[in-house]
């Protein structure tokens, strides 16, 4: 009777608790995305460092040089690249439950997948590169080349990483998307890595708010 009894209380016993750690790919890269905030921490310390030694009036002042930025064009491509982290959001709850192409029409947004979402994203980052660039030819086309003083120096630069890391973001779409065409099923690593690539959109979106504030609408 012992026996059975041990046997019994053996069985009842709870199995031992598996720790739910982090995931250590996410973990990297919010340290990575830490990291990064540090980098435009410092572009913005060098915007206000010119801005506090050249002043803001004269011929090279911030306020006069800022009046060259096509404000209208530069919020609305501040909204198309906001609004693009919801398609983004959208993707990672598609992968979240492994829903990788959509069930039905083109149109029924509903059934979208991740990799429609992550396109339609796509699109709107490419968007956003294409205006930005559109509005540095305009500059320099009308005697703003990086080289003219320190507020054209300061733009250029800020704008111009912050320009860098949302193409790199576009690559990351084409990386994520591209591995689901490769393999058989979606597994948990794809999926990790289309959340990582939503940290890092959203990172460069949060970004932009910043840098669109101080630079096109403080000036």
């Not at 490769?182 to 990582?196: L, M, N, T, Y």
């Amino acid at each position: 009777m012992a026996a059975v009894a041990t046997a019994t209380a053996t069985q009842a016993a709870p199995a031992p608790r598996v720790p739910n750690r982090p995931n250590l790919v996410s973990v990297g890269t919010i340290v990575w995305l830490a990291s990064e905030l540090m980098f435009f921490a410092a572009l913005f310390a060098i915007y206000f460092t010119l801005r506090s030694v050249v002043g803001d009036g004269g011929l090279d002042g911030f306020k006069a040089s800022a009046a060259h930025l096509n404000v209208p064009l530069s919020a609305v491509n501040t909204f198309i690249l906001l609004m693009s982290s919801l398609p983004c959001q959208l993707g990672v709850f598609a992968a979240e439950r492994h829903q990788v192409a959509r069930t039905g029409s083109l149109l029924n947004l509903r059934r979208y997948g991740m990799r429609e979402w992550y396109a339609l994203a796509f699109v709107m980052g490419a968007i956003f590169i294409s205006l930005q660039v559109y509005e540095y030819s305009s500059l320099i086309k009308d005697g703003h080349p990086i080289s003219e003083n320190a507020w054209t120096s300061a733009f250029y630069l800020a704008t111009g990483f912050h320009g860098l890391h949302v193409t790199g973001g576009l690559f990351a779409f084409l990386m994520v998307m591209g591995r689901t065409y490769k393999a058989r099923r979606f597994s948990h690593d794809q999926e990790v890595a289309a959340i990582v690539v939503s940290y890092y959109w959203h990172f460069v979106d949060v970004v932009w708010i910043g840098l669109f504030s101080v630079i096109y609408v403080i000036k």
